[in-house]
């Protein structure tokens, strides 16, 4: 099938979402709760697009572009004035919330005049993505969740004890398009959500591997060897470039 982007005929399969085909065809949407590894939840509306349809007798609505379908001979708009206009209010009100982070504040003036709206000043960073959990969930952990309601909602372990579920893997960490979430990496220990755990070192250049934590979650709930946690990814590969130049000589 065919959808038409800012006027562009775009190949589209059945199943995809608007955002799956402009990424393909390198069309700019701005995400923020999207990663591709995740299943999309639309909780930032940021992707919001404007869509129409020949057959539609005239009616157009915005939709959010990560989780609508395509049909065929859909039309979409990523830069029409509705989206511009509502994407502008989305940002405003993220900076609003978020008035420390720079991402946010960057993606902001990038898409327009920044408005200041009064602001909640917490020195939170979280924007309430859920990409944190979510990534947490396919971990197989389940160490954080969102906890409160309204305006005190917020991302922590039950109870706001120490996360004893968590492996300290850091994919919570990583994928948090903010920096919200505080995680401390030292030469042999790693701290976050109020746990520290110890890191395996190397064995053959002594960096950090993964948390020992981590290995054990690994070998236990996806049955990988011990073995393939004992050397550094930088190792492993100068090992197996070693292994490939011995056996060409
Ligand atoms: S990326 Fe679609 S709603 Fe956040």
Known sequence: MHIFINGKKLIATKGETVLSVAK???VDIPTLCHHDALEPVG???LCTV???HEDWNGWKGLV?????PVVDGLVVATDSPAVV?????????LVARCPESAVIRDLAEKHGPVTEYKRHTDGSKCIMCYLCTRACAAVGCHAISAVNRGTLKEIAPPFHQDAIACVGCGTCAAICP???????DKPRTREIWGRTFDFIQCEDCGAPVITAAYRDFAVQHQKLDESYYTTCTACKKKRTAQRFSTVGA
Request: glycine residues 4%; charged residues 25%; proline residues 0%.
């Open 24 to 26: 393909r065809n390198r």
């Open 43 to 45: 909780a930032c509306r």
């Open 50 to 52: 404007e869509i129409t």
């Open 178 to 184: 903010t920096g919200h979430i505080q995680m401390t």
């Open 85 to 93: 206009r509502l994407r502008q209010t989305i940002l405003d009100l």
């Open 64 to 68: 959010t572009s990560c989780l609508y």
